[in-house]
């Protein structure tokens, strides 16, 4: 079974930068970063398959987040810069162990195992 415990959220001022990690236990075959703002369904950021170099991420986010992970600490990490105000959401970290290609890697749908979330704000 799969954990995974989200955490470096918080507020920053348009422009700023935050960096999100998730610990991970047990094995996952992919991995991703989905957000979640107030009134809007929870939409994928960013994607890898754990044992893959390609990370698939959102367009919305690309060139400014940078997934990364540390095999030795099993974690994933999330690196935001250039962060704007429609960044403001809850960060969810999501992984499946299920040894499946799927066709979008961003979809939350293909993923049965999520951590609790981290809030980042972002204030103009």
């Known amino acids: 079974q799969v954990q995974l415990v989200e955490s470096g959220g918080g507020s920053v001022q348009a422009g700023g930068s935050l960096r999100l990690s998730c610990a991970v236990s047990g094995f996952t075959y992919y991995m991703g970063w989905f957000r979640q703002a107030p009134g809007k369904e929870r939409e994928g950021v960013a994607a890898?398959?754990?044992?893959?170099?390609?990370?698939y991420y959102a367009d919305s986010v690309q060139g400014r987040f940078t997934v990364s992970q540390d095999p030795a600490k099993n974690t994933l990490y999330l690196q935001m810069n250039s962060l704007e105000p429609e960044d403001t959401a809850m960060y969810y970290c999501?992984?499946?162990?299920?040894?499946?290609?799927?066709?979008?890697?961003?979809?939350?749908?293909?993923?049965?195992?999520w951590g609790q979330g981290t809030q980042v704000t972002v204030s103009s």
């Open positions: 999501a992984a499946d162990p299920r040894v499946v290609n799927r066709l979008d890697l961003l979809n939350p749908e293909e993923y049965n195992s």
């Open positions: 890898r398959y754990t044992g893959g170099t390609t990370i």
